[in-house]
């Protein structure tokens, strides 16, 4: 089983930017799609972003023109570029394996995530 590990989150300010890390425990060949989510206070879990094999992107509408996600095949890892982050980006973000790009389902467990807050 793949374990996916989140890092890079930390406070700042609306406006700011930060870049998030989910680095896999093998082969990103070997995961046919990783995704970033997030989960808000009170919130249900959403998808932020998800990346495939082949390098297919697909982005939630609300951090469409703010929020890139890319990967980097030689070190397992995909990131969470985040710019004029907003305070409703306050979240705390995770990685998983959806079933592709599009899909609410995931094939991994959930970790603890990276919190970022976005606050003045």
């Known amino acids: 089983q793949v374990r996916l590990v989140e890092s890079g989150g930390g406070l700042v300010q609306p406006g700011g930017s930060l870049r998030l890390s989910c680095a896999a425990s093998?082969?990103?060949?070997?995961?046919?799609?990783v995704g970033w989510y997030r989960q808000r206070p009170g919130k249900v879990r959403e998808l932020v972003a998800a990346?495939?094999?082949?390098?297919?992107?697909n982005y939630a509408e609300f951090v469409k023109g703010r929020f890139t996600i890319s990967r980097d095949n030689a070190k397992n890892t995909v990131y969470l570029e985040m710019n004029s982050l907003k305070p409703e980006d306050t979240a705390n973000y995770l990685c998983?394996?959806?079933?592709?790009?599009?899909?609410?389902?995931?094939?991994?467990?959930w970790g603890q995530g990276t919190q970022v807050t976005v606050s003045v």
């Open positions: 998983n394996r959806p079933w592709d790009i599009y899909s609410d389902y995931v094939s991994g467990s």
């Open positions: 990346i495939d094999n082949d390098g297919r992107m």
């Open positions: 093998r082969s990103l060949f070997s995961i046919n799609a």
